[in-house]
Nanobody, 124 residues
Framework: QVLLVESGGGLVQAGGSLRLSCAAS????????MGWFRQPPGKEREFVAA????????YYVDSVKGRFTISRDKAKNTVYLQMNSLKPEDTAVYYC?????????????????WGQGTEVTVSS
């Protein structure tokens, strides 16, 4: 069993920044790909970004390219999502997910483990 705990959400004005963290409960993620998803109010969960636990092969949805950066700190067993130039349309609950696969994936239905989510609200 893997426990993922997100933090770092909050209320920010448009143009501002936030850094989300996803702390994993155990080590040994070398064959996992870690992803960030979000669920806007009244909408389905959608892919935002993902990275292999080794730090390679980052991938982003087009709407966040150039604004968001995914990274991981092996020593802290944590994955981050740095979000800059935030827009009101970025408002959502953000979830961290892990899948035992290093292939590219964006479908939230195949994620093996989820965190509880952290809420991000961007005011205009």
């Amino acid at each position: 069993q893997v426990l993922l705990v997100e933090s770092g959400g909050g209320l920010v004005q448009a143009g501002g920044s936030l850094r989300l963290s996803c702390a994993a409960s155990r080590r040994g993620f070398s064959n996992y790909r870690m992803g960030w998803f979000r669920q806007p109010p009244g909408k389905e969960r959608e892919f935002v970004a993902a990275i292999n636990w080794g730090g390679d092969n980052p991938y982003y949805v087009d709407s966040v390219k150039g604004r968001f950066t995914i990274s991981r700190d092996k020593a802290k067993n944590t994955v981050y999502l740095q979000m800059n130039s935030l827009k009101p349309e970025d408002t959502a609950v953000y979830y961290c997910g892990a899948r035992l696969s290093l292939t590219l994936w964006v479908d939230p239905r195949i994620v093996d483990y989820w965190g509880q989510g952290t809420e991000v609200t961007v005011s205009s």
